[in-house]
């Protein structure tokens, strides 16, 4: 069975930086992409980007390529998500999803709550 | 970036009602959409792919239809655990983007 579980919730200070984590299960980590998103109740549902754990390789959603960094670790099947220099903006709920490259996402994490407050 | 219009953005049903919710993309995007559904507290679920194939484990009752601008998702008989918000998602083109979502109600 195919399982992404992700960290705990997040409450980062403006201007500071949090790392969320996704550990798959039940598949070969490198045979699919991990896309991350976004989904805030002024914004919806956005698509961040995504990682090839194989190869390392990324691409981000134009408004997200200074706030997201994605990494994976092949050895723990974990991919991970850090954003920075958070605002208010970023309050939101993170979720990560695995799919074939340039497909659509079939499996979710849980998601994450982020919280960003002084 | 292609803008993906849901509509309605509510919908009351009763049980047993056959339901049609609508997603529009603002261009072509071939049969690249999917259809996920998303219950209050949880992740969205995958129900439809490539316009019109039934996700696994998804029930019959589910169905899609559609290609290049207008797409359907329509519930053939709505069940009281269909109360949910349903999004699309357009994969034709990078970034990937998803529609507002139709909040799905019993009357």
């Known amino acids: 069975e195919v399982q992404l579980q992700q960290s705990g919730p997040e409450v980062g200070r403006p201007g500071s930086s949090v790392k969320i984590s996704c550990k798959a299960s039940?598949?070969?980590?490198?045979?699919?992409?991990m896309n991350w998103v976004k989904q805030s109740p002024g914004q919806g549902l956005e698509w961040i980007g995504w990682?090839?754990?194989?190869?390392?390789?990324?691409d981000y959603a134009e408004k997200f390529k200074k706030k997201a960094t994605l990494t994976a670790d092949t050895s723990s099947s974990t991919a991970y998500i850090q954003l920075s220099s958070l605002t208010s903006e970023d309050t939101a709920t993170y979720f990560c999803?695995?799919?074939?490259?340039?497909?659509?996402?079939?499996?979710w994490g849980q998601g994450v709550m982020v919280t960003v407050s002084s | 970036d292609i803008q993906m219009t849901q509509s309605p953005s509510f919908l009351s049903a009763s049980v047993g009602d056959r339901v049609t919710l609508s997603c529009k993309a603002s261009?072509?995007?071939?049969?690249?959409l999917a259809w996920y559904q998303q219950k209050l507290g949880e992740a969205p679920k995958l129900l439809i792919y490539?316009?019109?194939s039934l996700q696994t484990g998804i029930p019959s009752r589910f169905s899609g239809s559609g290609s290049g601008t207008d797409f359907t998702l329509t519930i053939s008989s709505l069940q009281p655990e269909d109360v949910a918000t349903y999004f699309c998602l357009q994969h034709n083109s990078w970034p990937g983007t998803f529609g507002a979502g139709t909040k799905l109600e019993l009357k």
């Open positions: 039940g598949y070969t980590f490198t045979d699919y992409v």
């Open positions: 261009q072509n995007i071939n049969k690249y």
């Open positions: 490539n316009a019109n």
């Open positions: 990682i090839d754990p194989e190869y390392g390789s990324t």
């Open positions: 999803a695995s799919s074939a490259y340039g497909g659509y996402p079939g499996y």
